[in-house]
């Protein structure tokens, strides 16, 4: 995640006395509606139409964004012990994710395709290796290929001098003509 730095206020720039902003009661009010969407015990049960300062506001901002973004560490469960298998049979779930990037597979390219017969998938490390190299090939096929962008080559303008000009199509914008004009070519 791209870490996004904010550089500090300036000294005086808030005033805790100061009435509230149109935009900062704007903000205030978005942010209510949202509140009303929390779960009624996290509601600070707040009039907002009373918020008059800026030191309230930002009070009410504070209360708010930590409701709606808890802070911490999210708890996930241990897996049960013994649920890892490294043998254990594909589940029929399993089966038609395999059967479904199989048929993504044959869309490939021939040289792109794995190769792999879905009769040899019968265990869940199989299916995820499968459908790993299949998810990568399914990648590499989605990258554009950027056309190579070649110069054009020089033309004769006269017989007699030698000299030659880069060929130029109709569609040179007028800029690079009043250049070239400037510099003497036509």
Known sequence: MTKIVVPKPGK???DKHRPASDLLKSQVKHLHALEK???HRLQTGRNVDEIATES???AYIKAITSRLHPRG??????????SFHKHRPMSDLLK???EHFHEAELQLPPDRRTGTPLGRIRLEHEAAAYIGKVTAALHAEARPSWPVVKERPAVPTSRTTGTTK????SKEPATAKRRDAKRGKK
């Open 12 to 14: 005086g720039s808030f």
């Open 166 to 169: 880069r060929a130029t199509s």
């Open 37 to 39: 969407s929390l779960p």
């Open 56 to 58: 309230e506001a930002s």
């Open 96 to 98: 038609r994710q395999v």
């Open 73 to 82: 560490k999210i708890k996930a469960p241990r897996p049960a012990p013994g």
